[in-house]
């Protein structure tokens, strides 16, 4: 017995074939609009849903704010763990020792770390936790700020400027903080 060759096989190229092509998208179930008149390219997309809904709407001005404090916190550490006392004495006309200015110099540094890590980023979450770090810092500062300025019972220019200052940063970062965790609204 002998076998019969068999013809050799071809190949359908489908993907030219724009009747073809229609037909799978429509049998897949993608190219068309849904509900909500979004048109999906993949089976993928239609099952996860538009990556748009997902972005995050950023205020005006937010990362140049982040990497303004992220610059200032990282000069704000180098000058306190290079210079503890000329720093300690700008502020409060007082001498004190250094490795308490260097210990603040060393947190300083660690938060400007998480400054500049979400600085690069774009999940919300991280942006949110990054500006409520900053926002505590700020807070706890003016308090500390104030309560030492009160039992000294001096306030010196130094001292003034900086309280005023890390009021300003407090109200900026919070409004930053308030305006990202808003929903966007639905157009």
């Not at 979004?38 to 001005?61: D, T």
């Not at 004495?89 to 004190?96: D, K």
């Not at 938060?111 to 600085?119: E, P, Q, R, Y």
């Not at 980023?121 to 942006?127: A, G, N, P, Q, S």
């Amino acid at each position: 017995m002998a076998s019969k060759p068999h013809p050799p096989l071809m190949k359908k190229h489908s993907q030219t074939d724009l009747v073809s092509r229609l037909k799978t998208r429509k049998i897949l179930g993608v190219g068309g609009e849904d509900d909500d008149g979004e048109v999906h390219r993949s089976k993928i997309s239609q099952m996860l849903g538009n990556e748009i809904k997902f972005s995050v709407r950023e205020p005006i001005g937010l990362r140049l704010w982040m990497l303004i404090s992220a610059v200032l916190f990282t000069t704000s550490a180098l000058v306190a763990l290079t210079f503890p006392n000329q720093l300690y004495e700008i502020i409060f006309e007082l001498t004190t020792t250094r490795i308490s200015i260097r210990l603040y110099g060393g947190a300083l540094l660690s938060i400007s770390l998480i400054l500049w890590n979400g600085l690069y980023t774009v999940e919300k979450v991280i942006i949110q936790w990054t500006l409520l770090t900053e926002a505590c810092y700020f807070g706890v500062q003016f308090l500390v700020t104030s309560v030492s300025l009160l039992e000294m019972g001096t306030l010196s220019n130094g001292a003034a400027l900086l309280l005023l200052s890390e009021a300003f940063f407090l109200l900026i970062t919070l409004s930053y903080y308030h305006q990202l965790g808003r929903r966007a609204k639905k157009i």
